[in-house]
C-alpha cells in the first residue's frame, strides 16, 4: 500500500526563462509543502526525461539542485506513459517498505526552450524508427493519424465525433486557472482547425507546454490527505506502429487488467468515480476510453456528447482539461493528471470538484500507444 | 532510381518481417533469409501530412503516407500517392525523395 501525501502542479503554458531543474522545483516545493514533509524526509527520488535538457542523470542534477540527498534516484524512460510508470514504481518501492517517502517530479520548459513547436515536432518525431520510419518524415501527430484513420474506418467515427473529445478537454479547462488554453471551442471549430496529419487537426492535438508537476509517495499518511494507490500495472506490445500488432487493438487493456490483479479485489473500470486518460490526441482518448472498458467500440465521443464523461456526468474525466487543453510539458504533463485526482479525492479540486470521487482509473501511454501504465486510486473510508 | 522493397523470412518458423534484423524476432533463428518483395500490397491506413517535421521535408508537403500491407505478408510505411485510401490495391517500388531511398506505392 502507498499514499499520495501531497501534490503540486505548476500552470502550464509560457514559463519564459525557466529552464527544466528550475520548474521541477517549483513543483517538487509545492508537493513537499502539501505533504508537510521537510527535505531531509524525503528517501527516494524519481524523474522523467526532459527533451530540453537531455542529460544522463537527471535524477541527481535535480536532486544537488534542490537540495535533496536520498538513498534511492534515478530516471525512467517511457515516454508520455513515464508520469504514471514513476507513480507505480514509487508506489511499488514503498509498499515493499524500500522507501519512506519517495518524490516523484517532472517538468520541461518545451514551449519557451530554443526552437520552440519546430524543434518540438522534430524531436519527437524521432521516436519513430530511425531507418525504416523517421526518413519518412512522419511526425507523431502522422503516426497517430494513420492510428486515427484505420480506427475511424473499422468503428465508424467520424472527425466530428472525434472533436466533441477536445470540446470536452476545453471545456474543463475553462473552470482551471491553470490551463494553457481556456477559451471554449466547439466541435466546428476543432474541424476548421489547421490540418496537421489528416484525420487530426490542430485542435485534435495536444498543446505544447512549459510546467511541471510533482507528488510525494509515502508508506504512511503525513496529514489529512487518504488517498491511496491500491494496484497498478503495465503492458508493452511494440515500440514502432510499423511493427504494432494492430492498429486498433493496443495494451490498455492488459495493462489494466493487471493493475486490477495486482489490487487483489474485484475491480471493474465501470465501477470509477473518476477518470484520468492520456489524451495527447483525440483519436489516443477515444481508443484508451473504449479499450479500458468505460465505452463500446467507436462510442466513447457520442457519449462525451451526451455529458457522460462531464464533471456533472456519470464518469467525470480529466477534469482539469488534459493534455489538449492544460497543456502538455511531456512527462508533467499525466503527472497533471494525477494531481488532479489527488485533489478530486481529497475534495480539494474546488469549482472543479465532481459529486464523489472515492474511486479512480488513471491510464497512460507512450509511444504510439505503445507502452501502457494503469493505476487504480482509491480514498480511505 | 527505383528499387524493389524488401523484406525478411526466418527459414525454420517462416515467420516474415521488414524491419533489417540479424535474427527471427518470433523464434531468434539466425541468419533470416532477405528477400525481394513484389511490390504488390493493400492500403491499411492512410495520413496526409500537412505539417512536416523538418525543413527538407517542408519542401514536399502535403504528402501521403501509408501504411501497407504486402502480399508476403509484412507492414510497412511507405510515401503513396495523393488519394490512396483503406482497402486500395497498391504497387511500389523504393525510389529516391528527398535525397534519400524511399517505399513509395500507387495505385495498382
Same mark, same amino acid.
Given at each position: 500500500?502507498?499514499?499520495?501525501?501531497?501534490?503540486?502542479?505548476?500552470?502550464?503554458?509560457?514559463?519564459?526563462?525557466?529552464?527544466?531543474?528550475?520548474?521541477?522545483?517549483?513543483?517538487?516545493?509545492?508537493?513537499?509543502?502539501?505533504?508537510?514533509?521537510?527535505?531531509?524526509?524525503?528517501?527516494?527520488?524519481?524523474?522523467?526525461?526532459?527533451?530540453?535538457?537531455?542529460?544522463?542523470?537527471?535524477?541527481?542534477?535535480?536532486?544537488?539542485?534542490?537540495?535533496?540527498?536520498?538513498?534511492?534516484?534515478?530516471?525512467?524512460?517511457?515516454?508520455?506513459?513515464?508520469?504514471?510508470?514513476?507513480?507505480?514504481?514509487?508506489?511499488?518501492?514503498?509498499?515493499?517498505?524500500?522507501?519512506?517517502?519517495?518524490?516523484?517530479?517532472?517538468?520541461?520548459?518545451?514551449?519557451?526552450?530554443?526552437?520552440?513547436?519546430?524543434?518540438?515536432?522534430?524531436?519527437?518525431?524521432?521516436?519513430?524508427?530511425?531507418?525504416?520510419?523517421?526518413?519518412?518524415?512522419?511526425?507523431?501527430?502522422?503516426?497517430?493519424?494513420?492510428?486515427?484513420?484505420?480506427?475511424?474506418?473499422?468503428? !465508424?467515427?467520424?472527425?466530428?465525433?472525434?472533436?466533441?473529445?477536445?470540446?470536452?478537454?476545453?471545456?474543463?479547462?475553462?473552470?482551471?486557472?491553470?490551463?494553457?488554453?481556456?477559451?471554449?471551442?466547439?466541435?466546428?471549430?476543432?474541424?476548421?482547425?489547421?490540418?496537421?496529419?489528416?484525420?487530426?487537426?490542430?485542435?485534435?492535438?495536444?498543446?505544447?507546454?512549459? !510546467?511541471?508537476?510533482?507528488?510525494?509517495?509515502?508508506?504512511?499518511?503525513?496529514?489529512?490527505?487518504?488517498?491511496?494507490?491500491? !494496484?497498478?500495472?503495465?503492458?508493452?506490445?511494440?515500440?514502432?506502429?510499423?511493427?504494432?500488432?494492430?492498429?486498433?487493438?493496443?495494451?490498455?487493456?492488459?495493462?489494466?487488467?493487471?493493475?486490477?490483479?495486482?489490487?487483489?479485489?474485484?475491480?471493474?473500470?465501470?465501477?470509477?468515480?473518476?477518470?484520468?486518460?492520456?489524451?495527447?490526441?483525440?483519436?489516443?482518448?477515444?481508443?484508451?476510453?473504449?479499450?479500458?472498458?468505460?465505452?463500446?467500440?467507436?462510442?466513447?465521443?457520442?457519449?462525451?456528447?451526451?455529458?457522460?464523461?462531464?464533471?456533472?456526468?456519470?464518469?467525470?474525466?480529466?477534469?482539469?482539461?488534459?493534455?489538449?487543453?492544460?497543456?502538455?510539458?511531456?512527462?508533467?504533463?499525466?503527472?497533471?493528471?494525477?494531481?488532479?485526482?489527488?485533489?478530486?479525492?481529497?475534495?480539494?479540486?474546488?469549482?472543479?470538484?465532481?459529486?464523489?470521487?472515492?474511486?479512480?482509473?488513471?491510464?497512460?501511454?507512450?509511444?504510439?500507444?505503445?507502452?501502457?501504465?494503469?493505476?487504480?486510486?482509491?480514498?480511505?473510508? | 532510381?527505383?528499387?524493389?522493397?524488401?523484406?525478411?523470412?526466418?527459414?525454420?518458423?517462416?515467420?516474415?518481417?521488414?524491419?533489417?534484423?540479424?535474427?527471427?524476432?518470433?523464434?531468434?533463428?539466425? *541468419?533470416?533469409?532477405?528477400?525481394?518483395?513484389?511490390?504488390?500490397?493493400?492500403?491499411?491506413?492512410?495520413?496526409?501530412? *500537412?505539417?512536416?517535421?523538418?525543413?527538407?521535408?517542408?519542401?514536399?508537403?502535403?504528402?501521403?503516407?501509408?501504411?501497407?500491407?504486402?502480399? *508476403?505478408?509484412?507492414?510497412?510505411?511507405?510515401?503513396?500517392?495523393?488519394?490512396?485510401?483503406?482497402?486500395?490495391?497498391?504497387?511500389?517500388?523504393?525510389?529516391?525523395?528527398?535525397?534519400?531511398?524511399?517505399?513509395?506505392?500507387?495505385?495498382?
Amino acid at each position: 500500500m502507498s499514499w499520495i501525501t501531497g501534490v503540486g502542479l505548476l500552470p502550464f503554458g509560457r514559463h519564459e526563462g525557466k529552464n527544466t531543474i528550475d520548474l521541477m522545483s517549483e513543483a517538487a516545493a509545492l508537493a513537499l509543502d502539501d505533504a508537510g514533509l521537510k527535505r531531509g524526509d524525503i528517501d527516494g527520488v524519481l524523474t522523467g526525461y526532459a527533451t530540453t535538457m537531455p542529460h544522463i542523470m537527471l535524477a541527481t542534477v535535480f536532486c544537488e539542485h534542490f537540495g535533496l540527498s536520498p538513498a534511492y534516484a534515478h530516471g525512467l524512460q517511457v515516454g508520455g506513459a513515464t508520469g504514471f510508470a514513476m507513480a507505480m514504481l514509487a508506489h511499488e518501492l514503498v509498499a515493499a517498505g524500500r522507501l519512506k517517502h519517495v518524490l516523484v517530479v517532472a517538468g520541461e520548459n518545451r514551449l519557451s526552450a530554443p526552437g520552440g513547436r519546430d524543434k518540438v515536432v522534430e524531436t519527437l518525431a524521432q521516436v519513430g524508427h530511425p531507418v525504416h520510419e523517421v526518413p519518412l518524415g512522419p511526425t507523431i501527430p502522422a503516426y497517430y493519424g494513420l492510428v486515427a484513420n484505420r480506427y475511424m474506418h473499422e468503428h !465508424g467515427v467520424s472527425e466530428a465525433d472525434l472533436a466533441e473529445l477536445a470540446v470536452l478537454m476545453r471545456t474543463n479547462a475553462a473552470t482551471h486557472p491553470g490551463a494553457q488554453f481556456r477559451e471554449p471551442i466547439t466541435v466546428a471549430d476543432v474541424l476548421a482547425s489547421k490540418p496537421i496529419a489528416r484525420p487530426l487537426k490542430l485542435l485534435d492535438c495536444c498543446a505544447t507546454a512549459d !510546467g511541471a508537476a510533482a507528488f510525494v509517495v509515502s508508506r504512511e499518511r503525513t496529514g489529512e490527505a487518504a488517498v491511496r494507490i491500491i !494496484g497498478a500495472g503495465q503492458a508493452h506490445t511494440h515500440q514502432h506502429i510499423s511493427e504494432a500488432p494492430s492498429l486498433t487493438e493496443f495494451g490498455a487493456r492488459l495493462s489494466m487488467d493487471r493493475a486490477i490483479a495486482a489490487s487483489g479485489r474485484r475491480l471493474a473500470t465501470t465501477g470509477a468515480d473518476y477518470l484520468a486518460i492520456y489524451d495527447s490526441f483525440t483519436i489516443t482518448l477515444a481508443i484508451l476510453l473504449e479499450e479500458l472498458g468505460l465505452a463500446p467500440r467507436g462510442q466513447s465521443c457520442r457519449m462525451a456528447r451526451e455529458g457522460y464523461f462531464s464533471r456533472t456526468g456519470t464518469k467525470p474525466l480529466n477534469t482539469h482539461g488534459g493534455l489538449m487543453s492544460y497543456g502538455h510539458c511531456g512527462v508533467a504533463g499525466a503527472l497533471a493528471h494525477l494531481v488532479e485526482t489527488q485533489l478530486q479525492m481529497t475534495g480539494r479540486a474546488g469549482n472543479r470538484q465532481v459529486a464523489d470521487a472515492g474511486l479512480a482509473f488513471l491510464h497512460g501511454d507512450g509511444g504510439v500507444m505503445s507502452s501502457h501504465v494503469s493505476l487504480i486510486m482509491e480514498r480511505q473510508a | 532510381m527505383s528499387d524493389m522493397i524488401r523484406y525478411q523470412r526466418c527459414t525454420p518458423c517462416r515467420h516474415v518481417w521488414y524491419f533489417v534484423r540479424s535474427f527471427c524476432p518470433k523464434c531468434g533463428a539466425r *541468419e533470416p533469409q532477405a528477400l525481394e518483395a513484389s511490390g504488390s500490397g493493400v492500403v491499411h491506413a492512410v495520413t496526409i501530412v *500537412e505539417r512536416a517535421p523538418t525543413p527538407d521535408m517542408k519542401a514536399l508537403a502535403p504528402y501521403t503516407l501509408v501504411m501497407v500491407d504486402a502480399d *508476403e505478408g509484412f507492414r510497412l510505411m511507405a510515401h503513396g500517392t495523393p488519394g490512396l485510401a483503406i482497402g486500395d490495391r497498391v504497387s511500389g517500388s523504393v525510389i529516391e525523395l528527398a535525397g534519400r531511398p524511399i517505399p513509395f506505392f500507387k495505385r495498382a
